[in-house]
């Protein structure tokens, strides 16, 4: 059968987490080791978003929502089912952080929240974004987005409560999975109550969702190996690839948002694979480490170094080319041999055809030089040094324009 590497470092599955009775409840779990004392679980990152966002329309008249032009599509689609409008922000040339100049000026008495992002390979500062508005809007809500960094530190401390409500999301790929979940954190406990009691209309029961998350999570774990992935994720995104449909491809072709609780069935496993998640963390960062010991080798990539006091979760690396011609390369060749080379996204917001007419068409030049440029290179400790020795000569013949 043929080895399939995955994208990103998901905590690898084990069937007795099925069945097994766990010895905490998940969202004491998620509390403990993002050093809280209540979570909201939501049913996905997109739906704690969409809560955060519905939460804060309450305390101020803004309806606007600035997000940076490097994000997830689904962070978009979550505004506008927040009955609200996006303005797009930017990145710094080369980074992922939003550029503060521009977010500066697109700030306005119509803004209600600007909402930082972090992404498994890369952690934005929050606090200037927060500092920038006490001072010329502080009316303005911070929401950080911090959907692909469970387990991310910055100077120490757990991110997602640098601003006013943060957001996790538990969905396959994002390290530790319900196949499809999240959930919601906020530093001030007036509001971490408020929130959560806000949050519960808004997840009516749904036993139809729930049922296919059941059923998902099970063929989570059937297929999660090297073996098994090739069907369920190589073979899909090489079709995809082949007839040009990176959007597909990326399963980015997605833009409902359902609401509905987690199940206690999927929280129980949840909780099973929460307790290995330290030393799953421990095991990614450790692939992170040994896979960018090997790229660094070759002077022309860009692997995205974390800040000092920095420590993003890893799931993944970023490595951004000279060229989007060598970026696209690295996309079909790395697919095309299972190596666990993929794109975060597609494109710039702003480029998503299933979007437009619904967001500015504000340039980013920037976001879109670096979304063309940038692919993804997994850190899952799957990888052996053999797979490694792989990545870095594929790279190396691109960049040596073999
Ligand atoms: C930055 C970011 N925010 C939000 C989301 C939405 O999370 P979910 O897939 O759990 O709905 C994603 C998902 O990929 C993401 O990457």
Same mark, same amino acid.
């Given at each position: 059968?043929?080895?399939?590497?995955?994208?990103?470092?998901?905590?690898?599955?084990?069937?007795? %987490?099925?069945?097994?009775?766990?010895?905490?409840?998940?969202?004491?779990?998620?509390?403990?080791?993002?050093?809280?004392?209540?979570?909201?679980?939501?049913?996905?990152?997109?739906?704690?978003?969409? !809560?955060?966002?519905?939460?804060?329309?309450?305390?101020?008249?803004?309806?606007?929502?600035?997000?940076?032009?490097?994000?997830?599509?689904?962070?978009?689609?979550?505004?506008?089912?927040?009955?609200? +409008?996006?303005?797009?922000?930017?990145?710094?040339?080369?980074?992922? %952080?939003?550029?503060?100049?521009?977010?500066?000026?697109?700030?306005?008495?119509?803004?209600?929240?600007?909402?930082?992002?972090?992404?498994?390979? @890369?952690?934005?500062?929050?606090?200037?974004?927060?500092?920038?508005?006490?001072?010329?809007?502080? @009316?303005?809500?911070?929401?950080? %987005?911090?959907?692909?960094?469970?387990?991310?530190?910055?100077?120490?401390?757990?991110?997602?409560?640098?601003?006013?409500?943060?957001? $996790?999301?538990?969905?396959?790929?994002?390290?530790?999975?319900? $196949?499809?979940?999240?959930?919601?954190?906020?530093?001030?406990?007036?509001?971490?109550?408020?929130?959560?009691? @806000?949050?519960?209309?808004?997840?009516?029961?749904?036993?139809?969702?729930?049922?296919?998350?059941?059923?998902?999570? !099970?063929?989570?774990?059937?297929?999660?190996?090297?073996?098994?992935?090739? =069907?369920?994720?190589?073979?899909?995104?090489?079709?995809?690839?082949?007839?040009?449909?990176? !959007?597909?491809?990326?399963?980015?072709?997605?833009?409902?948002?359902?609401? @509905?609780?987690?199940?206690? =069935?999927?929280?129980?496993?949840?909780?099973?694979?929460?307790?290995? =998640?330290?030393?799953?963390?421990?095991?990614?960062?450790?692939?992170?480490?040994?896979?960018?010991?090997?790229?660094?080798?070759?002077?022309?990539?860009?692997?995205? =170094?974390?800040?000092?006091?920095?420590?993003?979760?890893?799931?993944?690396?970023?490595?951004?080319?000279?060229?989007?011609?060598?970026?696209?390369?690295?996309?079909?060749?790395?697919?095309?041999?299972?190596?666990?080379?993929?794109?975060? $996204?597609?494109?710039?917001?702003?480029?998503?055809?299933?979007?437009?007419?619904?967001?500015?068409?504000?340039? +980013?030049?920037?976001?879109?030089?670096?979304?063309?440029? +940038?692919?993804?290179?997994?850190?899952?400790?799957?990888?052996?040094?053999? %797979?490694?020795?792989?990545?870095?000569?594929?790279?190396?013949?691109?960049?040596?324009?073999?």
């Amino acid at each position: 059968m043929r080895r399939e590497l995955p994208p990103t470092s998901g905590l690898p599955p084990r069937f007795a %987490d099925l069945y097994r009775e766990p010895p905490f409840a998940l969202p004491d779990l998620l509390a403990a080791s993002l050093g809280t004392d209540r979570v909201t679980l939501t049913c996905s990152g997109s739906a704690a978003l969409v !809560i955060a966002f519905d939460y804060v329309k309450q305390f101020a008249i803004g309806r606007d929502i600035v997000l940076p032009a490097f994000t997830c599509p689904l962070v978009a689609y979550a505004a506008l089912k927040a009955g609200l +409008t996006v303005s797009l922000c930017d990145t710094m040339p080369s980074r992922f %952080d939003m550029d503060m100049g521009m977010l500066a000026r697109i700030i306005n008495p119509d803004t209600l929240a600007v909402v930082p992002t972090h992404f498994g390979g @890369h952690l934005t500062p929050v606090t200037p974004v927060r500092g920038l508005l006490r001072s010329i809007a502080p @009316h303005v809500f911070v929401i950080e %987005d911090a959907a692909q960094a469970y387990g991310a530190r910055i100077q120490g401390k757990p991110v997602g409560f640098g601003g006013d409500l943060g957001v $996790f999301s538990f969905a396959a790929g994002k390290g530790l999975t319900l $196949f499809e979940g999240g959930c919601l954190v906020a530093a001030d406990p007036v509001i971490r109550l408020a929130m959560d009691q @806000h949050a519960r209309p808004l997840l009516p029961a749904s036993p139809m969702m729930e049922a296919q998350r059941i059923i998902e999570l !099970i063929g989570y774990h059937l297929f999660y190996r090297p073996e098994g992935l090739s =069907w369920v994720y190589g073979r899909p995104l090489r079709k995809a690839l082949q007839r040009g449909d990176l !959007i597909a491809a990326l399963d980015e072709d997605r833009d409902a948002i359902p609401m @509905h609780p987690i199940g206690g =069935w999927r929280q129980k496993v949840g909780a099973n694979a929460a307790m290995r =998640w330290a030393q799953h963390l421990a095991a990614t960062k450790d692939a992170a480490r040994q896979m960018r010991a090997v790229l660094s080798a070759i002077p022309q990539l860009d692997l995205h =170094w974390p800040d000092a006091g920095f420590e993003p979760s890893q799931t993944f690396l970023f490595v951004t080319l000279p060229s989007k011609r060598q970026a696209d390369q690295a996309l079909m060749q790395g697919a095309a041999q299972g190596l666990g080379i993929t794109k975060l $996204f597609a494109h710039p917001l702003n480029r998503y055809p299933a979007l437009a007419g619904k967001l500015p068409t504000t340039p +980013t030049p920037q976001a879109q030089a670096l979304s063309d440029r +940038t692919v993804t290179v997994t850190t899952s400790p799957l990888l052996q040094d053999s %797979d490694r020795a792989r990545i870095a000569d594929l790279f190396q013949a691109i960049v040596r324009g073999r």
